[in-house]
C-alpha cells in the first residue's frame, strides 16, 4: 500500500516537472548519469561545512559527473551547500528523470538505517520502476549497516580524537537516535568502541541512550571529564542546542551540574576525512 502511494507520488512528481516547461531534456539520447548526495538536511549555516567537504569529496572522486543534493527531511526552504534550495528526493529523481537522465548513484549521508534512509530505498525503488523514467538507481548503505561498517566506523571514532584528550577521559558520541528497530545500531556500535576504549561512549538525543542512561554508568566510574562530540553527518542545531547549548536542558550543562566538566568536539561526521572516504568509497562501488 505504501510502495502504491509512493509510485503515485513519483508520478505526480514526474508530471509536475514535465509541465513545468523549464525542463531540458536530453538532445542526443546518450544515456546520462548523475549522482545525487541525499541527507537529512540542517537550516544551520555552520553546518553546511560539512555538506560541502562531502561534495567536494564526490566531485574529486567522480570528475564529469552532474551532481545533485536532496534532504529527506523539512521543508524546501533549506538550502543546500552553496546556499540554493534543495529539493526533496521525489523532486531531486522527478528531476533527473524529465531530464533525460538514466542511471542514478545516490549516496545517502545518513547514519543508520533508519526511518529516513528507508524512506529514501523506497523512493528509489519507485522511481526505478517508472516506464520511460530512470533505469537505473543505484542507493549507497548508510555509514553504519553490517558489522564490519561498525567495526571500522569505531576504529575511526577512536583514533580521531583530538590529541589533549587523555585515555582516562571518557567521550560521549551523541546520535540522534530513533525509535524505528534501526536504533539498535548505537548500542551496537557502543559494543565496538568498548572492545577499542572502554572511556567511549554512545548516546542518543533521542531514543534508548538518553543522557539519563548514560550519567549513572559516568558517575559509577568516576568521570570528572566528559569530550562531547555529535555521531551526525553535521554539527547542527541538535549539535549546537540539545548538546552544547547554554540552557539548562542540554548535555553540557547536566553533566556540568554532575560535578563532570565538558570538552566540545563541534565536528560532524561529514568533516572526518576518513568517515568522508568511506562514504566516497561506498558511492564509487556502487557505480561499478
Ligand atoms: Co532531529
Not at 514535465?18 to 553546518?47: R, T
Not at 528526493?89 to 538514466?102: C, D, F, N, S, Y
Not at 539519563?212 to 554508568?217: G, Q, S, Y
Request: with cysteine; aromatic share 6%.
Amino acid at each position: 500500500m505504501k510502495g502504491m502511494r509512493l509510485g503515485f507520488t513519483a508520478l505526480l512528481c514526474l508530471l509536475l516537472f514535465s509541465l513545468s516547461g523549464s525542463i531540458s531534456l536530453a538532445g542526443d539520447g546518450a544515456p546520462k548519469q548523475a549522482i545525487l548526495i541525499v541527507a537529512f538536511g540542517s537550516s544551520v549555516e555552520k553546518a553546511r561545512v560539512a555538506y560541502a567537504r562531502v561534495e567536494e569529496q564526490v566531485r574529486a572522486a567522480c570528475p564529469g559527473h552532474d551532481i545533485r543534493w536532496a534532504w529527506t527531511a523539512h521543508s524546501l526552504l533549506q538550502s543546500g551547500p552553496d546556499g540554493a534550495p534543495v529539493p526533496s528526493v521525489q523532486e531531486a529523481l522527478a528531476r533527473l528523470a524529465t531530464e533525460g537522465v538514466k542511471d542514478v548513484a545516490v549516496l545517502s549521508l545518513h547514519v543508520i538505517p533508519g526511518a529516513e534512509y528507508n524512506v529514501l530505498a523506497k523512493n528509489a525503488e519507485a522511481f526505478a520502476g517508472l516506464p520511460k523514467g530512470l533505469e537505473r538507481i543505484r542507493l549507497c548503505p548508510p555509514l553504519l549497516y553490517d558489522t564490519s561498517s561498525l567495526n571500522e566506523v569505531a576504529r575511526i571514532l577512536a583514533q580521531s580524537l583530538p590529541k589533549e584528550r587523555e585515555k582516562t577521559e571518557a567521550v560521549i558520541y551523541v546520535g540522534h537516535g530513533t525509535h524505528h528497530p534501526a536504533g539498535v545500531y548505537y548500542p551496537a556500535l557502543q559494543h565496538y568502541l568498548s572492545r577499542i576504549d572502554k572511556n567511549i561512549f554512545v548516546g542518543t538525543v533521542e531514543g534508548d541512550l538518553e543522557l539519563e542512561r548514560l550519567l549513572p554508568l559516568l558517575l559509577e566510574q568516576g568521570v570528572k571529564k566528559v569530550w562531547l562530540a555529535p555521531l551526525m553527518t553535521v554539527s547542527g542545531d541538535h549539535a549546537l542546542n540539545d548538546l552544547f547549548g547554554d540552557e539548562d536542558n542540554s548535555w553540557k550543562k547536566r553533566l556540568n551540574a554532575a560535578n563532570i566538566s565538558v570538552e566540545p568536539i563541534m565536528r560532524g561526521l561529514g568533516e572526518n576525512p576518513e568517515l568522508l572516504a568511506r562514504w566516497v568509497a561506498g558511492l564509487k562501488k556502487s557505480m561499478q
